[in-house]
């Protein structure tokens, strides 16, 4: 995929999020929600978009710890897994231990990578319906949002405060 193909694909899945956020705004249309979630999770743009994205985190590892190379025959690989990927059962987690330095062991799971592929692709469709309902002030893991807004928005708050206790 050239790089305007990747914009044009960026603009249309936005489109997409968009649309579907604000169709989760009335309560009255959450059949709408969901027969739109199912045309995009079946939609081949939206596919194509969600293993762009996710071979574009270099040094993915899955089950086997296979290093994904960014060539297209593993994408279209991976794609073609996708088209399928409710009729497949997700396959088991692979347990890692690793030693901490304060001496105790930490429990890591690694999905396979099919499974990783299709958690983005709902990662994709579901990301607009948590926006809409997420609080306004919440800051915390949430896409977009950092620490140093939650400081800026808290010192615009205080200052407010300031400034109208100063008037009366």
Do not use: D
């Given at each position: 995929i050239t790089k305007e193909q990747k914009k044009l694909l960026m603009k249309y899945?936005?489109?997409?999020?968009?649309?579907?956020?604000?169709?989760s705004i009335n309560k009255d249309s959450w059949s709408r929600v969901f027969y739109f979630m199912e045309l995009l999770l079946n939609s081949l743009l939206l596919q194509v978009y969600a293993v762009e994205i996710f071979f574009a985190n270099t040094g993915s590892m899955g089950v086997?710890?296979?290093?994904?190379q960014n060539i297209s025959q593993s994408?279209?690989?991976?794609?073609?897994?996708?088209?399928?990927?409710?009729?497949?059962?997700?396959?088991?987690?692979?347990?890692i231990y690793i030693?901490?330095?304060?001496?105790?062991?930490l429990l890591i799971s690694i999905p396979c990578i099919t499974d990783r592929v299709v958690h983005q692709l709902f990662v994709l469709v579901l990301d607009p319906l948590i926006e809409v309902k997420s609080e306004i002030y919440?800051?915390?893991?949430?896409?977009?949002?950092?620490?140093?807004?939650?400081?800026?928005d808290i010192q615009k708050y205080l200052q407010s405060k300031i400034r109208k206790s100063s008037i009366h």
């Open positions: 899945v936005v489109n997409c999020q968009v649309h579907l956020s604000a169709l086997g710890s296979k290093i994904l994408k279209f690989k991976f794609l073609q897994e996708l088209k399928n990927f409710r009729k497949k059962k997700s396959l088991p987690l692979k347990w030693q901490k330095k304060t001496g105790e062991t919440s800051y915390g893991f949430w896409k977009g949002r950092s620490p140093i807004m939650a400081i800026g």
